[in-house]
Structure formats: structure tokens, C-alpha cells
């Protein structure tokens, strides 16, 4: 489910007692009972890249007239702690360039949130910057889209690109060895061969967990899923061959049909999604609203193709991209039988 405010729920008070909440407070609890304890927030809607499949394309377009100001991020930031926040992700855009990014982090971390961010590295790349934000998150999730500047600069539309995230990961290896180093890397036509030497040489720079991000039919990616969406029978070809090219790296695969990634369907992000609040500018009716978007299953622009029917793990994949349906078969997809 996304959008609208989550299924009402009655917490007891032994799971307010053990989420540390104030007296009253409700923690959003979800179906089965699981609580959201993860935000996701967007910071900005500028970006000084031109990835190809920027996702986020048509909402910077949108909004970029709207500033996320400190009094929304901090009344943001307090409503969910109270709630029960406990991690909160910090993008957008480009998260570093808002003009209180560092005083930002030092709240998240003042109310008890782990703190990350999704950065191509724009402002990181700088020594000064990194120094001062550095200390204040637990995680960066790096966008790293080839394992070179040839591939990757193609992929974010910009010289240079390669460069300043290879120095922002530099930096966050050199003064921050607390920080936990991620990256994720959008796959699409371009650079799906390149997959498996991105993947070993994020291994080398010290990132211990890639996300392999499979293209969504949204702003860019949408404008050009036609020419940007790999096949199917592309995927299945290389997906299962990345994990051996950096054996210390956890790998997660989104947006992939379990059944394309062989005997390395457990490394699916299907099965290790959390559930989390997505606040963003949103459209209203004659306005615009920073409000919450409620995400209980990874299953955004997911959908189960005919073949899907009869697989036996069908109740924990979410399927392909909903966009994959209106262009291509679906004939390669190899559902799981009982015994597998």
C-alpha cells in the first residue's frame, strides 16, 4: 500500500513501553502487526546530475519552486520520533545541498534516529563539507551507476560524476571508519553488462552492501523506459554472476523477478524490505502538502505476470515492473515449484 494514513491499529502498552515511547503516543503499526520504525525523507528537489532514470525527475520539475524549510524538516523530524521512528533516510534530490543539511542530521541524531542519506556525492566530494557532516550519519548509500567514469558519467548525463562520488566514497572511508558504506547502482540496457565489474569494484573501495536497483518506469525512467529497461532474458543472463565478483559484499536485488536471480533468490530485496514513511511534497487539490506516503510491502509499480501463477514463492516476490507488461514477454520468467 502507498498513500493515505496506515490501518488503524490499538498498540498495547508493552509495545509502546519497548519502543520507548512518551506515555499516549501511537507507534503506526501495520498489517501482521509490524511497526514502522523507518522515514524517508526528502530533503530537496534539486540535483546537480541528469541521471538518464532519474526516478525522481518529474517531481524536482514539479516542486523545486517549494523549499523543504528547516520548520517543516524539524516539525517532521519530532512528529515521527514520537511516534517511533527509530531510523530516518534523508534524500531527494540531492540531499547535501540543502543549506542546513549538517544541523539536520545533528536533530535526526538529538532525537534517537540512525541517520543515512542517498547521495551521488555532490557535496561530500568536498573535503571541508565531509568533515562536517560526516560525523553526524551512520550510513551513506552511495548512487554508483558503472564501474568507470565512461559507464557511470553516461548514466548520471554529466562529466565528471565519476569523480566526485569516488572522492566522496574516499572521503567517508578516511574520516569516518564508523560509517556503515552502501551504495546502489540503477541497472538499465546501458549497463547491465557492466554489472558484475561495478559490483567488485565497489567491493575494493570498501562499500559492504550494494543495492542492484532494476529500472521503474517513473520521471526519466518512465519518459525512456522503452530504450533504458533491460530484458528479462538479459537479467536472468546476468544477475546470478554479480554475487561471485565480491564474495564480502551483501547484494540485494530490486525490482527482479526472484526467479530470474537462480540460486541467489534469497538475495532479493523482497524479502529484506522494511516498511517506512515517505514524506515528500505532494499534490492537493488547488495546493501542494508535505505529507506522508505509507509503504507496507515493497510492491510500488510491482505486478505479477500470467507466469506467476503457479510459483511457490509467489506470496514474497512483488513481481516485475508493472511498465515491463505493456512492451515485452514475459516468457523468460521461471517460477519456483514446490520442491525448489
Excluded at 499516549?24 to 511497526?35: E, S
Excluded at 554529466?158 to 562520488?165: H, I, M, N, P, Q
Excluded at 560509517?179 to 567488485?200: C, E, G, K, Q, S
Amino acid at each position: 500500500m502507498r498513500g493515505g494514513a496506515p490501518p488503524g491499529f490499538s498498540p498495547s502498552a508493552t509495545q509502546v513501553t519497548e519502543l520507548g515511547l512518551a506515555e499516549g503516543a501511537t507507534p503506526w503499526i501495520g498489517p501482521g502487526g509490524r511497526i514502522m520504525e523507518r522515514l524517508e525523507l526528502h530533503l530537496t528537489y534539486f540535483c546537480g546530475e541528469r541521471c538518464l532514470f532519474c526516478s525522481e525527475a518529474h517531481r524536482m520539475q514539479r516542486f523545486h519552486r517549494f523549499p523543504v524549510t528547516w520548520g517543516r524538516v524539524a516539525r517532521v523530524l519530532r512528529m515521527h520520533a514520537a511516534r517511533g521512528i527509530r531510523a530516518v533516510h534523508f534524500t531527494g534530490g540531492e540531499p547535501t545541498i540543502h543549506p542546513r543539511f549538517v544541523e539536520v542530521l545533528m536533530l535526526a541524531r538529538k532525537l534517537g534516529m540512525r541517520t543515512s542519506i542517498g547521495t551521488i556525492g555532490t557535496m561530500l566530494a568536498r573535503e571541508d563539507f565531509a568533515r562536517r557532516a560526516l560525523p553526524h550519519l551512520d550510513e551513506v548509500l552511495f548512487s554508483v551507476h558503472g564501474p568507470d567514469a565512461a559507464v557511470h558519467d553516461r548514466m548520471a548525463g554529466k562529466a565528471g560524476s565519476f569523480e566526485r562520488v569516488s572522492a566522496a566514497m574516499a572521503h567517508a572511508r578516511r574520516m569516518a571508519p564508523h560509517l556503515r558504506r552502501f551504495a546502489n547502482t540503477v541497472i538499465t540496457r546501458h549497463n547491465l553488462d557492466h554489472l558484475p565489474d561495478t559490483v567488485a569494484m565497489l567491493a575494493e573501495r570498501g562499500v559492504e552492501l550494494v543495492v542492484v536497483s532494476n529500472l521503474t518506469a517513473e520521471g526519466g525512467g518512465h519518459d525512456r523506459y522503452a530504450e533504458l529497461a533491460p530484458r528479462l532474458e538479459h537479467l536472468a543472463e546476468v544477475l546470478p554472476r554479480v554475487p561471485a565478483r565480491a564474495p564480502g559484499v551483501v547484494i540485494r536485488f530490486f525490482g527482479v523477478p526472484m526467479c530470474l536471480l537462480g540460486d541467489h533468490w534469497t538475495c532479493s530485496n523482497d524479502l529484506h524490505w522494511d516498511p517506512r514513511v515517505t514524506v515528500e511534497w505532494q499534490a492537493a487539490p488547488g495546493k501542494v502538502a508535505f505529507t506522508g506516503i505509507y509503504s507496507w510491502a515493497p510492491d510500488r509499480k510491482r505486478v505479477h505476470a500470467p507466469e506467476c501463477a503457479g510459483c511457490a514463492r509467489r506470496d514474497v516476490c512483488m513481481g516485475i515492473n508493472d511498465a515491463y507488461l505493456d512492451h515485452w514477454s514475459t516468457a523468460a520468467l521461471r517460477p519456483f515449484d514446490s520442491g525448489t
